[in-house]
Nanobody, 116 residues
Framework: QVQVVESGGGLVQAGGSLRLSCAAT?????????VGWYRQAPGKQREMVAD?????RTKYGDSVKGRFTISRDMNKVYLQMNSLKPEDTAVYYC???????????WGQGTQVTVSS
């Protein structure tokens, strides 16, 4: 069973930056053909922040375009978050999928709080 572990959350002032990381306890990140970051703010539904598929196809949520960047190497998936806003405050979750095997794994989430 694969576990997904996020790190890098914390408290930051508006306009600041954070980088989130996500690792899998088994297997290279490149074994997952779909990786993504999602977030959920209090009282709101979980929403897609960034999604990347094998071959480099990448999508971003409208509210983070131009400010957030998803990337990955053999060991981790990253979410670089710049120009943070208070409305970015949420729990951020990493998602790893092997769509060819219907494997779908979520992390426990990491809290990001942006103060005004």
């Amino acid at each position: 069973q694969v576990q997904v572990v996020e790190s890098g959350g914390g408290l930051v002032q508006a306009g600041g930056s954070l980088r989130l990381s996500c690792a899998a306890t088994a297997g290279s990140i490149f074994s997952f053909d779909a990786v993504g970051w999602y977030r959920q703010a209090p009282g709101k539904q979980r929403e897609m922040v960034a999604d990347q598929r094998s071959g480099g196809r990448t999508k971003y949520g409208d509210s983070v375009k131009g400010r957030f960047t998803i990337s990955r190497d053999m060991n981790k998936v990253y979410l670089q978050m710049n120009s943070l806003k208070p409305e970015d405050t949420a729990v951020y979750y990493c998602n790893l999928q092997r769509t060819y095997r219907s494997d779908n794994y979520w992390g426990q989430g990491t809290q990001v709080t942006v103060s005004s």
